[in-house]
């Protein structure tokens, strides 16, 4: 079945109210933290109040002794059994052909802390109460160092690692630099900006939880986990850290209340309560409060960048040239290094036809919390780059915003960027054309002159994005440093009455699996979506599977669904057939019913699943019982979901406050399955690009690496009196190599909203002498850049 076809079914493209969503609305969902085991204990973590210092001793006497501790573990308890530290799950190669510099990543610090909230110490007692009292108990005497948290800095400052004694992690490159360095001094025009990519904490609704248990009985460990990839997090905890074989290990990812990258990861707490878990013969439960989740779960983005582009005297681009140096924190988390470089400089073609393109990336460790994949992971700092690039262009040129995009958009598919990917389908001019009509932008002349009379500025910015998704193949990705397949596994399950249950390796953190998945199954087959049950997130019960992340679930868990049907209808095709006395040649499915070529015959699906259960009524020796399929899926290519966004803000120059007024989205995911669900997701995306452009910024003190943005009171989330009411729309160009059609709408609105709101911010500072400007505007900063530009 193709695409064309799979989007003609019934269920497709129709707004079905999420099934997931009474027990949440009711409470009756199941967090890691609802869980309580027998014989439960409570972990807490002592953590560096230093940001770079040697360990010169840690007293845990006192903290042993008070009331209802089981034990206290440091560095030397972990070094002692060979407890490994935290693997990364990339390698990059240097361009000089050496690896990339991969120190130690220690579960609890040994001899030296690298962060503020570096693992030093964890505490167990019978109570949570005495496990945070016992923990103030524990002594440690720290030699205190110096700190680097500017990644402009850090080749300056003292080594945080003896394996990067000049706190370089790799360089990395890709294109021609000869040949753009050629176009370049021979171009008509160049374009230069500098800017920064701010520094993100990620803030999922549910804190981090972490359960450890451990059976002696049958020698076996269960792990609950706040996760998005519990396969993931098993196969580096055995095969990487404790040395433990897969299948005396179980990872139970329950409801999961977001996570936007920063719970794909396997961290120090996760090792932690599992290994101590058989120390002490004891169920140990660990919650991070939102304090601790500011300075220990990975942050996001912190690029420094300098890009010029090369154009002819019509402002055709010609050459691209970028060089970005990128923050990894103090250690390499699971996907850091892939972030800046194969998601990142990847993207930097963006939907133009720029020949050529070359992108240098420098890595560097600083003493700050690892940084790894944020929502968008890389897609996002590149269209922020290109984009805010772009629209400088179309100043210097003196062309319009959608103008100067115009004249460069790729019109032919599919296109070979000069940066790796090929696009396979796409339709950028009636995205722009679309998004033109949707922001009335023929009517931003009366708007602005209004906004004027009132005392306001008003400025219009653009950003045309396109990202990759589906991360893929896996024998391309393994060449470029993974370490770990990217396929996908879908197993379906006919049971006698013609219902099914699916389990699926994608894990559902807030996409609304349970009722996508379940209508693809339900239209395939022809059932209703409340036959289909979904079942994700459990090692114990689901097939080998790689997660969810980079908008991979429905075109990648979606397609191995849809291959694991293809066999099921096979198979029902040869049952029906003998029940109709026919050929299965002849045997056609659809709606439900297996129907002869030319005749009046039918069976429905219900019959059919009856009776591959009940064995009698077909041969045995030609066809087994049952109706279960397996399929795995490792895609072709990327998908490439594209979009205009368009937003218009307005600024009161007295007080610096940006306020969006508009903010327009057009989109081309491919084939959508559930629209309401789709328009979720990029209401969401939109929320978090816009509270980066305006609000959200992690802030370090650069002399003591002390995290001055530590709380909800100095690091603005953004809220609903922040947004305008969106104006979204969808165009559709479906994804050639996936049967589904489908390309991925998680993380676009927070790819693509950054860069339009500060272009519409410069757009309206231009007039009062402002040309450049980095996230966020937030009033302070807006409010100063003006007095700057007047004096």
Avoid at 189 to 195: F, G, N, Q, S, Y
Avoid at 200 to 229: C, F, H, K, T
Wanted: glycine fraction near 8%.
């Amino acid at each position: 079945m193709g695409a064309s076809d799979f989007v003609n079914l019934p269920n497709i493209g129709t707004s079905v109210r999420r099934k997931e969503d009474y027990r949440f609305l009711t409470g009756g969902g199941q967090y890691t933290d609802d869980i309580t085991l027998a014989n439960q204990s409570y972990a807490v973590f002592v953590r560096s109040p230093h940001a770079h210092a040697n360990i010169k001793s840690i007293d845990t006497a006192a903290a042993k002794a008070a009331p209802g501790v089981l034990d206290v573990f440091v560095g030397e308890d972990v070094a002692a059994d060979k407890i490994n530290g935290l693997p990364c799950g990339w390698l990059i190669t240097s361009t000089d052909g050496n690896p990339m510099k991969e120190p130690p990543h220690p579960i609890l610090a040994q001899g030296k802390v690298r962060y503020v909230g570096d693992h030093v110490a964890m505490v167990v007692a019978e109570t949570l109460e005495q496990a945070k009292d016992a923990a103030e108990l524990v002594e440690v005497d720290y030699d205190v160092l110096s700190a680097v948290v500017r990644v402009t800095d850090a080749a300056k400052a003292t080594a945080l690692h003896d394996a990067a004694p000049d706190n370089h992690c790799y360089k990395w490159a890709i294109g021609d630099k000869a040949q753009v360095d050629a176009v370049f001094a021979s171009a008509a025009h160049v374009t230069k900006l500098d800017l920064t990519n701010n520094r993100l904490i990620p803030n999922a609704m549910e804190p981090r939880a972490v359960i450890g248990s451990y059976s002696r009985a049958n020698d076996e460990y269960v792990l609950y986990v706040s996760n998005q990839n519990p396969h993931v997090e098993r196969l580096l905890l055995t095969a990487f850290v404790m040395g433990l074989p897969e299948h005396k290990v179980r990872v139970i990812a329950p409801d999961v209340g977001g996570g936007f990258g920063s719970k794909i990861y396997l961290y120090a707490e996760d090792v932690c309560l599992t290994w101590a878990s058989k120390k002490l013969n004891r169920n140990i439960k660990w919650t991070c409060d939102r304090s601790e989740a500011f300075v220990s779960d990975a942050h996001g983005r912190d690029h420094s960048s300098h890009a010029e582009m090369a154009m002819d005297k019509d402002g055709k681009f010609l050459a691209l040239r970028v060089h970005t140096d990128a923050n990894m924190g103090a250690y390499l988390s699971t996907f850091a290094p892939a972030v800046p470089t194969i998601l990142y400089a990847t993207l930097l073609a963006g939907q133009y036809t720029t020949p050529q393109i070359y992108v240098e990336v420098d890595a560097w460790f600083t003493n700050t919390a690892p940084v790894d994949a944020y929502r968008g992971a890389g897609r996002p700092e590149a269209t922020y780059l290109l984009e805010r690039l772009v629209t400088r262009c179309g100043w210097e040129l003196g062309l319009a915003q959608d103008e100067i995009r115009r004249r460069n958009f790729v019109k032919d598919f599919p296109y070979q960027t000069p940066v790796a990917l090929q696009y396979d389908v796409g339709d950028f001019h009636a995205l722009l054309k679309r998004g033109n009509e949707l922001a009335d932008v023929a009517g931003f002349a009366k708007r602005k002159a209004a906004s004027e009379a009132k005392g306001l500025l008003r400025g219009m910015g653009y950003s045309c994005y396109i990202e990759a998704c589906g991360l893929a193949p896996s024998n391309i990705a393994g060449a470029l440093g993974a370490r770990a397949g990217l396929f996908e596994c879908g197993e379906v399950r006919v049971h006698p009455t013609g219902s099914v249950t699916v389990f699926t390796g994608s894990h559902s953190h807030g996409q609304g699996h349970e009722t996508t998945f379940a209508q693809v199954v339900a239209a395939r087959l022809g059932i209703s979506v409340d036959a289909v049950d979904i079942v994700h997130g459990d090692t114990g019960r689901v097939p080998f599977g790689m997660g969810t992340y980079g908008s991979r679930s429905m075109s990648v868990g979606g397609t191995a669904i849809m291959k694991a049907l293809d066999k099921i209808e096979t198979k029902a095709k040869k049952i029906a057939a003998h029940l109709m006395e026919a050929s299965d040649a002849d045997v056609e499915f659809a709606n439900g019913e297996f129907t002869i070529k030319g005749t009046d015959k039918k069976v429905t699906f219900g019959q059919v699943a009856l009776t591959a259960y009940v064995p009698h009524n077909y041969p045995l020796d030609k066809l087994e019982p049952g109706l279960n399929e397996t399929a795995f899926y490792d895609p072709t290519n990327f998908t490439f979901p594209s979009g205009t966004y368009i937003c218009e803000v307005e600024i009161d120059a007295a007080t610096g406050v940006v306020r969006v007024d508009s903010f327009t989205a057009v989109d081309d995911f491919g084939n959508i399955i559930n629209p309401m669900i789709v328009e979720g997701q990029v209401h969401g995306g939109l929320v978090q690009g816009i509270g980066q452009a305006l609000l959200e910024n992690c802030v370090y003190d650069p002399e003591s690496g002390q995290l001055l943005t530590g709380s909800f009171m100095d690091y603005t989330m953004p809220r609903a009196d922040d947004m305008p009411n969106f104006k979204l729309d969808t165009l559709c160009t479906p994804c050639s190599h996936n049967p589904l059609g489908a390309k991925g709408c998680g993380e676009a609105g927070a790819i693509g909203s950054p860069p339009a709101v500060i272009n519409a911010v410069l757009d309206a500072l231009r007039p009062l002498g402002v040309t450049d400007f980095d996230m966020p505007a937030s009033s302070s900063r807006v409010w100063e850049a003006i007095q700057s530009a007047k004096r």
